[in-house]
């Protein structure tokens, strides 16, 4: 993609063992253009929360590394920049909120140090960054952002404190926001204030998203374009509302089957997957999704498909949908 | 109307630490579960329902008010174990923090079975073991497997393996598909209904997740600081909601549905989470989130009345729209 801001090409996350190399991401291509918003859809374990950590170096390692592939932002290299210079993207330019707030913020300082801190290492003056600080945590829907202020993080809510790290993400206007699950431990009401507040910040300034969840449902509300990722591949890319009516991979298709929409009937039995999602570091030759697909032939367990162009999605899946009626 | 299995009364529970104010986690709950049905319970998250859940099942006793299993008051266990265990069974959202991991699932079946005296002999709590793994659709290859080598889906069936192992005629299931993977929910979800067809199961189903309490639930009760605000038949409640909390709550759940979002949905249910500890408010705890407050509503705490058949709300607008026009849903949608 000619216009992408942040672009992935081939990136691989896993272990170097003595003889051997261990993927739990297994070769990634995503790219989001700017004022885009880009979903990542998975279970645990298919690799959608390093895939998010890998683009800011912020991979727990070791054991884990980048063990192969492109970041690239704005026209910049990001793994092969130095601590230094990354240190200077991070916060600035792409933001990134986490799924526990509670483990992303120094329970000994007050809120107020923290955001500043960030803004100050970005250079702005003791009282610009004094007076931002106070900006964001109004724009982020906080009743009585003067006291969260001054608070420490052990006397907020759950729902406070992600807030609060979103204004922090927030604060240095960054022009892409990746976030990893921030509302999934959420209330729904609560989600609903920050998935709006996310989409006014991405009208106002044009910001890129990145939406790691696991809830359809927050995908369907909040981004334009899909990535579905199974066991450390994507598996179907596609834009949203295509996604949602036209599913190109069983595995997408299935996934939808299985929650209780609006047509499915009071206690009607539910479509389930059945088996559970494979560990991407012990997987057989072929597609890792055949274990569970209804519709899987011999191709499939010899050789795992690429993605391949499927009308205006791309599917990992030697089936074209209109041939899953086995 | 049928058997009613479990009944609380205007239970209410304090909470007092030396230090800090007052706790009021429940303010006068009533609910009752009939025979082979399902009460689900909705609310955001310092509402009082998991409180609620302990005292159903008699691991905490109210401060007021009553619980009544079968017709006989639920207390605590005093020492030994408690009499209603083999009425009512507990299952919680995270089947590995409920699941010893030094036990297989064979030992953790018969310590249950040996407890309540079920089965005397080791082969015959084996058998009864494989049987009940059987229920929750595990093979007894499942037996000897410690919880370390189960999935999600697999631990939170043979947690409810374990809770059916005395044959109780409720279950209380706090959030038991919230920790699990989105593909192995609907699998516990259509085992929740067949065994609540096979065995004649009662459940009292707590959740945060609308879509998966609407689709178990024959009723649904919402609950907003420590009380509940409307109660009635799961399509009502949900679809045609009388308190405006609750409309709220269901427009705020994300649709899986691209079709459904061309609108933003709903309207903001107030800028502020609802405090955890402390006083709500006088008169309507909900007035300071309610877009429909009126003055009534900040002197007055609404009692929770039938406003249509079967349908419960405590909204002194929903009573007043409702009287006016009885027809008409009182909460503009």
Known sequence: MADALLELRGVRIGMRERRRQREIVRGVDLAVAV????GIVGESGSGKTLTALSVLGLLPSPPLRLLAGRITYDGRLLNELDDKALAAVRGAEIAMVYQDPMTSLNPLLRIRTQITETLRAHGADRAEAAERTRQVLGQVGLADPERVERAFPHELSGGMLQRVMIAMALAGSPRVLIADEPTTALDVTIQQQILELVEDLQVRTGMAVVWVTHDL???ARLVDRVAVMYAGRVVEEAATADLFARPSHPYTAALLGSLPQTSTGHRD?????????PDPTRLAAGCPFRWRCPYAFDRCTEEEPPLLERGSSRAACWKEPAAWAR | ????????SQVTKEYRSRRGPL???LRGVSIAVEAGRTLGIVGESGCGKSTLARLLVGLEPATSGTVELLGRPVAPPRGGRSPFARTVQLVFQDPFSS??????????LAEVLKVHGLATSREARRARAAALLEMVALGPRFLDRYPHELSGGQAQRVAIARALAVEPRLLVLDEPTSA???SVRAEVMNLLVRLQDELGLSYVFISHDLAMVRHLSDEIAVMYLGAVVEQGPYGPVLESSLHPYTAALAAAVPVPDTTRHVHRDGRPPGSEAPPLTGEPPAGCPYHPRCALAEPVCTTVRPTLDELLPGHLAACHVAARRVAVAPGAPPVPG
């Open chain 2, 99 to 108: 699941l010893d991991p030094r036990l297989t699932v064979v030992s953790a």
């Open chain 1, 35 to 38: 004022g885009e918003k880009l």
């Open chain 2, 180 to 182: 699990l993977d989105v």
């Open chain 1, 269 to 277: 039995r539910l479509t389930q997957i059945g088996g559970t999602p």
């Open chain 1, 217 to 219: 449902g927050v995908v």
């Open chain 2, 1 to 8: 109307m049928g058997e009613v299995i479990l009944r609380a």
């Open chain 2, 23 to 25: 706790v009021r986690a």
